[in-house]
Each structure stands twice: as structure tokens, then as C-alpha cells.
């Protein structure tokens, strides 16, 4: 397996640091835009690897993203931004927005290569959401941040892929739990359970270097989940 080059937007949050630390256990570089460097050494103990590269800027600020991407040339850029809120937030789509400008600036104007990227999106979003998705946890509590992540989606499935090339993850509720083997990877219009499924940080973290090294669902929006039923 090749070594790869991985920037992370969103490495000092729960689904971005698990992806972090996973690239590492498979032996990958990691480039990580963060505000606060050091949360980002928190998480490593009070001091980063030296396969880590810590850059520091705002993954919402077009400037800051291009920095990264002309300083860490990563082959693939994965996006774990979010936020725990409820609330109205465009955190997704403003990180979004500022990728896609990014990437098209160094293609266009500097003659980089297209970027590969993969973003961590909300679950619920597909064609067949569901009964209880739908009609009921949607309308009452989600909205907001699905709206948020449908343009973010939107936004990174504009471009023309010979200027990005994106992968869009959607997991099902997020946990805390242990990786596992059981994770499963189904395609965007898989029909939602009745019970909603769930899926660990850590098998998110998977599904995503999984797809960072096959890179086999290129231009495609995948749901991936531990378990439920």
C-alpha cells in the first residue's frame, strides 16, 4: 500500500481526530488544518507525531484552505468539519464552498492535478430517509444541520470532476464506540430501518482511509453504519 499524503479539515473533533489517528495506524501522513494547535496535540498526547503536520487557519477561509493545499500537495482531502448544535450553522457548506474555490484555483491558475475529497456528511439524506427520519426526527430536530449538510454535498458535487473528485460519506447516528468489523457500506438510496442504525467515530474513521486508498466509490454518495436494525 502507498503511502498517502491526507489533509484533514476538522482533525480536533471527535469524527476528524478518529480519522486521524486511523491514517496514521495505516501509515499515512497526516496534514491537519486546525485553529488551535494545540488541541491538536491534546490529542496526541501533548505532542504530535512526526508523520503529523499541524497547519494553522480556518477551514471555512478560502485563503487558508489553498495554503494547505499548496504546502501539503495531499492526495486526498477529507472534510470532518460540524458541529454539535442544533442551531442554524453553515460551518459544512462554508468549508465546502472554500474547498471546491481552492482546488479550482490550483487547477485552473497553478496547474496542480484535480484533488480527490472525501466529506462526512449527515445520514437521512437519501432518496428512501424513511418513515421516522422523514416525517418526524427531520421536521423537529434536524433540519438545520441536514440542510447544512445537503449543501455542503451540493456544493462539492457542483465542480467538474476533472477538477475535484469527491467521495461523500454518510454515517448514521454517531457514537463513541469501539472500531469494529461489522461496518457496512451501502449505496445513497439504501432504504432507511425503522429503528435508526448507528455508527462508530471509529468505523467512520475506516470507511473513509478505506475509500482515501481504493478510492472506489469516486463521484458517489455512499451511507455507511456499525449496527441497528
Known amino acids: 500500500m502507498a503511502k498517502l499524503r491526507v489533509a484533514i479539515l476538522g482533525a480536533t473533533g471527535g469524527t476528524g481526530s478518529a ?3 486511523h491514517a496514521l495506524e495505516r501509515g499515512h501522513d497526516v ?3 486546525v485553529r488551535n494547535v494545540e488541541k491538536l ?3 496526541f498526547g501533548g505532542a504530535l507525531p512526526s508523520n503529523v503536520t499541524a497547519h494553522k487557519g480556518d477551514a471555512t477561509r478560502e485563503e487558508d484552505v489553498r495554503a494547505l ?3 501539503a500537495s ?3 482531502a477529507v472534510i470532518a468539519v460540524g458541529t454539535s448544535s ?3 450553522s453553515t460551518v459544512c457548506f462554508d468549508t465546502a464552498v472554500a474547498v471546491a474555490r481552492a482546488a479550482s484555483r490550483s487547477f485552473y491558475r497553478e496547474g496542480r492535478p484535480r484533488q480527490r475529497i472525501i466529506a462526512i456528511s449527515g445520514a437521512g439524506l437519501g432518496a428512501k430517509p424513511g418513515l421516522l427520519m422523514e416525517k418526524i426526527l427531520v421536521p423537529a430536530l434536524l433540519k438545520e444541520p441536514l440542510i447544512d449538510a445537503l449543501q455542503m454535498e451540493a456544493a462539492l458535487l457542483t465542480p467538474p470532476a476533472e477538477v475535484i473528485d469527491t467521495v461523500i460519506v454518510r454515517p448514521y447516528r454517531l457514537t463513541d464506540g469501539q472500531a ?3 461496518w457496512q457500506v451501502v449505496p445513497e438510496d439504501y432504504a432507511a430501518p425503522i429503528v435508526i442504525r448507528y455508527t462508530t467515530r471509529a468505523d467512520v474513521a475506516q470507511c473513509v482511509m478505506r475509500e482515501a486508498e481504493s478510492w472506489e466509490h469516486a463521484g458517489k454518495i455512499v451511507n455507511v ?3 441497528g436494525v
Open 180 to 182: 469494529t468489523t461489522q
Open 41 to 43: 496535540e491534546g490529542i
Open 86 to 88: 442544533l442551531e442554524k
Open 31 to 33: 496534514h491537519a488544518l
Open 74 to 76: 495531499p492526495d486526498v
Open 19 to 21: 480519522v486521524a489517528k
Open 225 to 227: 453504519f456499525t449496527g
Open 69 to 71: 493545499l499548496a504546502s
